[in-house]
């Protein structure tokens, strides 16, 4: 049973999760690449069941361990602290702000299958990183809630994934298992699950300010296990790498 989570990165979606565990009870180890001196305000918010720490000791301390930091810096996750465990892979490439990686730009693997290679000795499970760091946090329901939301969940061990799925549903989401590393794809940025069906509509004909201010205001909308199911099969391999301007909302 997961009782800590250890976060490389705590940025948006980190702090997202990190709330969402403390409210299930679970501690968390926070980390970022600045040093534990600069997560003071974030570890205060958490409560006392948060504390600050480098990379490699909130590897070492996760029962699971979140890794959530840009893709470009995928190769500086410490692989020998992370040796054993599982790591849940929330990571999206976008070459406008990771650079671009020939081995991902190629379609040769998947992010998650690359994170894998480095991370040879930890179990890599792809999940919580299609859905957007408010809504995550907001629309996080119990268990049998009629709305519920659902996310994708893709990896190569079966019990790591199923170890995934548990804590997911602890931290308020249904799972929907779409299959191996290698099938990641179908949730990558760009693919008709990421991001925008959690959103609900967009407002049409409005400026980026009004799109900004509904992004950080709007409720969004819950997304089913089989709504899940069905745009995942709607997802055709293009072009890899997400585009903010695809996202007029973001930043």
Known sequence: MTKTIGFIG??????????????????????NSRGPETLAGLIAELGDRARAATPEEAARAGDVVVATVPMSAYDKLPADALAGKTVIDTMNYYPERDGHIAELDSAEVTSSELLQRHLAGSRVVKALHNMDWIRLYSRARPAGAPDRSALPVAGDDPAAKAEVIGLM???????????????????????????????????????????????????????????????????????????????????
């Open 10 to 31: 705590s940025g948006s979606i980190g702090g997202s999760l990190a709330r969402l565990a403390v409210v299930a009870g679970l501690n968390v180890v926070m980390s």
């Open 169 to 251: 549903d602890v931290l308020s989401y249904d799972a929907v298992d779409i299959g191996t590393l290698a099938d990641s794809w179908r949730c990558e940025p760009g693919t008709p699950v990421y991001v925008w069906p959690y959103l609900g509509e967009h407002p049409e004909g409005i400026t980026k300010e009004e799109a900004q201010r509904w992004f950080q205001e709007g409720p969004g909308e819950p997304v089913s296990a089989d709504r899940v199911n069905e745009l995942v099969d709607q997802a055709v391999r293009g072009p890899v790498g997400g585009s903010f301007a695809a996202l007029p909302f973001w930043g």
